[in-house]
Nanobody, 123 residues
Framework: QVQLVQSGGGWIEPGGSMRLSCAAS????????VGWFRQTSEKEREFVAA????????YYSESVKGRFDISRDITKNMFSLQMNSLKPEDTAVYYC????????????????WGQGTQVTVSS
């Protein structure tokens, strides 16, 4: 079993940058796909980015490609989402998650989730 603890988030002006992190407080992230999703009250949970824990291959949604960067630190058993050039439409609750099978953009394929953290992009 894996327990994920998120950090980061808050309010930021458009164009700014913010970093979210997700650490495994219990269990290991090896042999997994780890990723980030986001959700608003108007939309279903949507895929943001993912990375293969071993190979480091990255996947991004079209809406964040070129602005967000997902990375992992194997020695610290954690992964992060660097968000740049933030836009008001990036406002959402962000969740980290793990998938013990193969890459997927569908939240139903992910087994363990962080507690969620609010990111608000507004002037």
């Amino acid at each position: 079993q894996v327990q994920l603890v998120q950090s980061g988030g808050g309010w930021i002006e458009p164009g700014g940058s913010m970093r979210l992190s997700c650490a495994a407080s219990k269990g290991t992230l090896s042999s997994l796909i780890v990723g980030w999703f986001r959700q608003t009250s108007e939309k279903e949970r949507e895929f943001v980015a993912a990375i293969g824990w071993i190979g480091g291959h990255t996947y991004y949604s079209e809406s964040v490609k070129g602005r967000f960067d997902i990375s992992r630190d194997i020695t610290k058993n954690m992964f992060s989402l660097q968000m740049n050039s933030l836009k008001p439409e990036d406002t959402a609750v962000y969740y980290c998650a793990t998938n013990g099978r193969t890459y997927s953009a569908h939240p139903a394929e992910y087994d363990y989730w962080g507690q969620g953290t609010q990111v608000t992009v507004s002037s």
